[in-house]
């Protein structure tokens, strides 16, 4: 969670991407741990499964988030640009 803070406190979306890319690092290491507590019965095998799902489904979050952003990136400038009869509006507005 805090690499996404840091990530949306950057200037651009591909450091926030960095930001996310670090927060699944994480979750895999949660994922390493998680198999370290169960091979050391840290906890019971039930308790072990719930926690793999959580973490599976932050996996999945992050990834749908990353997503979501590079798919923002690829849109196209003009795609993103207002209607020329808005340019032309704004540009009779001041002459």
Not at 40 to 55: C, G, I, T, V, Y
């Amino acid at each position: 969670m805090n690499n996404i803070a840091e990530g949306y406190g950057r200037k651009s979306q591909k450091e926030l991407l960095n930001f996310i890319s670090m927060a699944n690092g994480s979750c895999n290491e949660v994922h390493n741990m998680l198999y370290i507590g169960l091979d050391f019965k840290h906890f019971e095998p039930a308790k072990s499964q719930q926690l793999f799902d959580l973490a599976n489904e932050i996996d999945c979050i992050l990834n749908g988030f990353s997503k979501s952003i590079k798919d923002s990136l690829m849109t196209p400038l003009s795609k993103s640009l207002p209607p020329p009869t808005t340019i032309n509006n704004y540009d009779k507005k001041y002459e």
